[in-house]
């Protein structure tokens, strides 16, 4: 199903380069406290990736899972002050008044059209391979670790269609992190442009 929306959906996250984006605890240590590694050669790109510092101030709103949600809280401080964040969760009860507890994919669309909503931070894995399947990501960056932990939590998962990708832009940093960033081909516009 396609819905209809002014807002730009964007994914931007960290995997180790099987796939993962936590262990199968939610852990990040391999990410947040890698273990010291070998020397990486210096990778230089004329169109380098969106960093954090520019990119989280750009978004107005995040809508996350319950897993990440209760991720973040394990965090020194609630890091997204200022921003309309979005959990969706079947189960999640809180008073937490930072946070809107939606239920249903349907329910963030409605909270996020309520909310005027313009750019959208997706993160965490079931969340994004949900909006993924509705056609409601725009953009995808991750942040590819030189790391592989053989099982975890998968960033992708079943999709009933292909997704085509367009590079933006790439770039390698000092630990090795391999940066990338995608503008996702809208099904809708794939549709639109096919019928032509």
Not at 93 to 111: F, G
Not at 154 to 172: E, H, K, M, W, Y
């Amino acid at each position: 199903m396609t819905y209809r929306r002014d807002w730009t959906g964007r994914v931007f996250i960290g995997a180790s380069l099987d796939g993962f984006i936590a262990r199968r605890d939610g852990e990040i240590d391999w990410l947040t406290d890698p273990a010291p590694g070998p020397h990486h050669t210096t990778v230089t790109s004329s169109t380098e990736v969106e960093g954090w510092e520019t990119f989280f101030p750009s978004i107005d709103h995040l809508v996350m899972g319950r897993g990440t949600y209760e991720k973040v809280l394990t965090f020194d401080g609630w890091p997204y002050d200022g921003k309309r964040v979005i959990v969706m969760s079947t189960k999640l009860e809180s008073d937490d008044d930072r946070i809107t507890i939606v239920r249903s994919l349907d329910d963030a669309q409605r909270a996020l059209a309520a909310s005027g909503a313009q750019q959208v931070y997706v993160d965490g894995g079931t969340v994004i391979q949900e909006f993924l399947r509705a056609d409601l990501i725009d953009e995808i960056s991750i942040g590819w670790a030189p790391v592989l932990i053989g099982t975890g939590l998968p960033l992708f998962g079943f999709l009933d269609r292909d997704i085509q990708l367009s590079l933006v832009a790439t770039n390698a940093s000092t630990s090795g992190m391999v940066h990338v960033t995608y503008a996702v081909h809208r099904h809708a516009d794939i549709a639109t442009h096919q019928s032509r």
